[in-house]
């Protein structure tokens, strides 16, 4: 996003702030509503409770006084903590508008990849962590199984809408152009049939800063795209998405299921509702801060 949007004016560290600061926000407020109106009570779930009694899931057990973190607990969240923050750091460095460091050699994508290997070798080292016991884990097997379970149906997806991609592009420019506001829809439903924030970016703003009429000399639409870029996130939408089916394998309790409809999914409600907020935060922030 910040690569489109640097020529008119936006510059990674004021879109980091609008971006973060209004999404941060909109899920502090999802999960309060969640929290206090939602029924999240597992003594309520039929599922749940069918599971207990089969012995399928071990009953809930009350905080014991001798409850120890495995050695090298706090430490390996304190290295994902600093590796987060020089990806946070080298991004902001390599763009445009700040420039300390040049030629960039490794773009935003690339630099992510590196630093995660990195800060995974460093946990691995720092941490003693078994690498021979990383397979056995109950996150490595949920992470593994959604992969698999998802290649065939994120393929057939992209595959489908790439072959549409002009029409998308035409019909997200036409409801742009009449009705600029209605630029987080175009955003929604894209991105819940790309399965990723960064295809829909790419193959949606351009033509809608082409719609908004949007120049470096008359830059006034462009927080319209900032507020909306919340957005894109939908990818929860449809139950196919790695890190979704990942919860739903990881939860052993089987409250976090997918419903006979689809959509019917415990991360629709707060999904929808968290991007609503932020998009309704973002064209009150962004405005302010450009």
Known sequence: MSGFLEPYGVNYPTLLAICISTTFVAVMITAFIMSTFANNDLSSDPVYQ????AGHVAPPREKSADFH???GAKTSVLIFLIGIICIVFYA????KNIGLIK?????RND???GFMMVIAAAITFFCKIDTAQLVNTSTFKSGLSACVCVLGVAWLGDTFVKGHIPEIKALASSLVTAYPFLLAVAFFFASTLLYSQAA???ALVPAVILALGITPENPGSVYIIIASFAAVSALFVLPTYPTLLGAVQMDDTGSTRIGK????HPFFIPGVLAIAISVALGFVVAPLML
Do not use: Y
């Open 92 to 95: 902001t460095a390599i763009s």
């Open 50 to 53: 069918e599971r207990l009694a």
């Open 69 to 71: 973190l495995k050695p």
């Open 261 to 264: 409809l689809v959509f019917n």
């Open 200 to 202: 829909t970016t790419q």
């Open 103 to 107: 030629p960039v050699i490794f773009g």
């Open 111 to 113: 630099a992510i990849v």
